[in-house]
């Protein structure tokens, strides 16, 4: 039993570390809410550093490695509010590995980008294979595969959609059986949102008769582990921006005197940046687990990346909050970062299905262990 | 990374097994009152008869009767016990901090009269730390132990959440020899014998009505100089030697009172309508997250004891979670199944009435969050008014007694 990092995995986060420092990511995160192209191009970065083939086999040109390594290069991303498509490309590239060499290999090199356009997999409760929609609650049936063989229907909300060469698609067949597509992004619509976080890249992707083609050999299981697969990223990436906000809120607590005392020797102010600390370490730990289970606990992945999410949710919402809070009014406002870290909570908690969503499915899983 | 046994580690677990099985029958109940005195006897056999197989003491020396094996080994020991459902050993506080508090300052006399019994379960120990007065803050303890002519100590105080004080043969107690040097330098550490004239012990009544713990008086007890362990008004250091193993047993579970995640959704789960509410589903899968969060915390606490490392204080973060989480959970499981799991006869009952108290077990959520505040994140430490003064000039709840 061994759950520390590996040299190689050291290695990887320590040269994502490096490469990502000194970009300007967090002024361009500032910058790009009035001007969307102050973004720097991460996407040459990814594919220069062999992100873009991270979770592809090497007998398709991709690097072979696993959940839990792309996990570390996401919280990197995350850390300093990095826009790199990953989020959408990651899963699709793994689906492409399953079921399309030359895609795949295509995807590896990042010769060509794709985004991952995700369906919940059915629960306890909720059966079907369901997708975000546009606005209100509740969820709608993923896109539908036609016997023609076109697919029709909308998925909205899906992460790195815009600008995507490619798009890989969880849909159902006429009589709800899942199944994976591949359909080239001009034959699809995707509408860009400008967000509340200018560095996530959101589309809503409608296909209307759209040209598709399937995935062979990629199933219920494999559409399942690519959602899975990411939920875990997205936590991986939170866990970078908790990390971020605690450093920041507890450099101003050491920092800053009132009453002729730092504030960070007042246990109202040094209580909240330990709850901060203890959210981040369960995080971790769930992050740890779901790594686990991406490699070799398949029985486990539901429960362990649906924690993650959740845990790394939780700890991204109140660590933005709190890293607001310490600072006290000037955090509210744009003389400081901590709102672009608060943006990031925001809509990152909202995504693929939500954290409320993946804390549900953690219930929806030992409920079912504790009936087995 | 990996949740791998090695193949030795696997053969071990089979033998534990097998062990555990073939001598089960022998065990007493896994829960029991703490004042019934026929289960404790069985309770100490049993803790005996796991010396004989090699499972009490399993990380300690080879030299004083352990068996040298990793921290894993001792978590293989654990799950393996809870698996058979039989209890580990009585004397998790021995076993656990003082033995290797004397195996560390004792001098070779304790350690030959003191260690082996200890081990057996044929003599129980308890922690005489806490007081009233002094929790959080132990080292402002007031229980004086004055020098003798004679070379004596006599000892006058009270001592308070004592663990198994009232079945102990000895208590290890820190007691202050010289109250006019800062309070932590006046301190010196002794084996009392429970039976000593003076000492007294009193249960303390916990919410479920069990007594767990209890007040110890002490009252002119006589010790002799072979009593004290390490120096004379040097007992903080054999205080930290205890303080840092009872981190090392942190996740450790040898009440068997498990507070893991699989233990609450069964009632939740055997309900066909709490199961499926939506409100219900949201607590108990806020509350699984970070129960799971707790078992992995601590699969990465002995990842670092295996490789040698020493568990700093975040690890009460750990505790903090399961306290919060755990209750959370309970509550829920009683909200489903309605006041009659607060029925005595309802495992609820008890989970519920033990959460509140080890809120503060070990060290309160408060002085926890201080610690890691200011030893792992590096805040400033509150100004303290007791800094370099000395105890008897320090302002605190009462009247020093006893000087």
Request: hydrophobic share 45%; glycine share 10%.
């Amino acid at each position: 039993m061994n759950l520390d990092l590996t040299d190689e995995q050291r290695l990887l986060r320590g040269s994502a570390r490096d490469l990502l420092a000194g970009r300007g990511t967090i002024a361009a995160a500032r910058a790009a809410i009035t001007d969307p192209s102050a973004l720097p191009d991460l996407w040459s970065v990814a594919t220069e550093m062999g992100w873009t083939g991270l979770l592809v086999s090497e007998e398709h040109d991709g690097v072979g490695l696993g959940a839990f390594d792309a996990m570390l290069v996401l919280t990197e991303l995350g850390r300093v509010l990095a826009a790199a498509p990953l989020l959408g490309h990651l899963p699709a590239s793994v689906l492409a590995d399953r079921g399309d060499a030359a895609l795949a290999s295509e995807l590896a090199e990042g010769a060509r980008r794709a985004a991952f356009v995700a369906a919940r997999p059915p629960g306890d409760v909720e059966g079907g294979w369901t997708v975000e929609r546009e606005t209100g609650a509740g969820r709608i049936p993923a896109p539908v595969l036609a016997a023609d063989g076109t697919l029709s229907g909308t998925t909205a909300w899906v992460p790195d959609a815009p600008g995507a060469d490619v798009l890989v698609v969880a849909a159902t067949r006429e009589d709800g059986a899942p199944v994976a597509l591949v359909v080239e992004a001009p034959d699809a619509t995707v509408r860009e949102e400008r967000t509340y976080d200018a560095t996530r890249s959101l589309g809503h992707v409608t296909f209307d008769g759209s040209a598709a083609r399937e995935l062979p050999g990629v199933g219920a299981d494999e559409l399942a582990e690519a959602w899975y697969l990411a939920q875990s990223l997205l936590a991986a990436e939170s866990l970078g921006a908790v990390e971020t906000a605690l450093e920041m809120a507890v450099t101003y607590a050491k920092d800053r005197t009132t009453f002729g005392r730092q504030i960070g020797s007042y246990q109202a102010v040094k209580h909240q940046l330990v709850d901060v600390l203890k959210l981040r370490e369960n995080a971790y730990s769930l992050i740890v687990y779901a790594g686990l289970a991406h490699a070799d606990l398949p029985g486990e992945l539901p429960l362990a990346a649906s924690a993650a999410r959740s845990g790394a949710g939780k700890a991204l919402d109140q660590a933005s909050r709190t890293c607001i809070a310490v600072h006290g009014g000037i955090g509210a406002t744009w003389e400081h970062d901590a709102p672009l870290i608060f943006r990031r909570a925001q809509i990152s908690r909202r995504l693929l299905g939500g954290v409320d969503d993946a804390t549900d499915r953690v219930a929806g899983e030992v409920l079912a262990a504790a009936s087995a | 990374m990996n949740l791998d046994y090695t193949p030795e580690q696997v053969a071990y677990r089979e033998e534990v097994r097998a062990w555990v099985d073939a001598h089960k029958a022998d065990a007493p109940a896994l829960h029991g009152q703490w004042t019934d005195t026929s289960w404790i006897a069985g309770r100490r056999a049993w803790q005996g008869a796991l010396a004989d197989g090699g499972y009490a003491g399993v990380t300690w020396p080879q030299e004083w009767g352990g068996q040298g094996r990793s921290p894993v080994d001792q978590v293989i020991v654990d799950q393996e016990l809870v698996r058979g459902g039989v209890p580990n050993i009585l004397d998790y506080i021995g076993l656990g901090m003082l033995g290797p508090c004397i195996m560390a300052h004792g001098t070779s006399e304790q350690k030959q009269r003191y260690i082996g019994p200890m081990l057996h379960g044929d003599e129980i120990w308890c922690q005489m730390f806490s007081e009233p007065a002094a929790g959080s803050d132990l080292a402002a303890l007031r229980t004086s132990a004055k020098a003798q002519d004679d070379g004596t100590f006599v000892l006058d105080g009270q001592k308070v959440w004592t663990t198994n004080a009232q079945f102990a043969e000895f208590g290890l107690c820190l007691a202050r020899t010289n109250p006019d040097v800062v309070k932590h330098r006046g301190l010196t550490m002794f084996v009392v014998p429970m039976d000593t004239a003076g000492v007294s012990v009193v249960g303390l009544e916990q919410i479920s009505g069990d007594a767990e713990f209890n007040e110890v008086f002490l009252d002119g007890v006589v010790l002799g100089p072979e009593h004290v362990v390490g120096e004379v008004d040097g007992g903080w250091a054999c205080a930290l030697t205890v303080l840092m193993n009872e981190r090392l047993s942190i996740g450790r579970d040898v009440t068997g009172f498990r507070m893991d995640v699989d233990r609450f959704p069964p009632p939740i789960a055997a309900d066909a309508h709490a199961r499926r509410d939506p409100e219900v589903r949201h607590r108990l899968g806020d509350a699984s997250v970070d129960l799971l969060a707790v078992r992995f915390n601590g699969l990465r606490a002995l990842t670092a004891l295996q490789s040698g490392q020493v568990p700093g204080p975040e690890a009460g973060l750990a505790k903090l979670t399961m306290v919060e989480a755990a209750t959370r959970a309970a509550d829920l499981v009683v909200d489903v199944v309605g006041p009659s799991a607060l029925d005595p006869s309802s495992e609820w009952y008890h989970v519920v009435s033990y959460l509140p108290g080890f809120r503060s077990a070990g060290g309160t959520a408060e002085i926890v969050r201080n610690t890691v505040g200011d030893r792992v994140l590096g805040l400033p430490p509150e100004p303290r008014s007791d800094k370099g003064v000395p105890f008897s000039q320090q302002r605190t709840d009462g009247p020093v007694e006893a000087r």
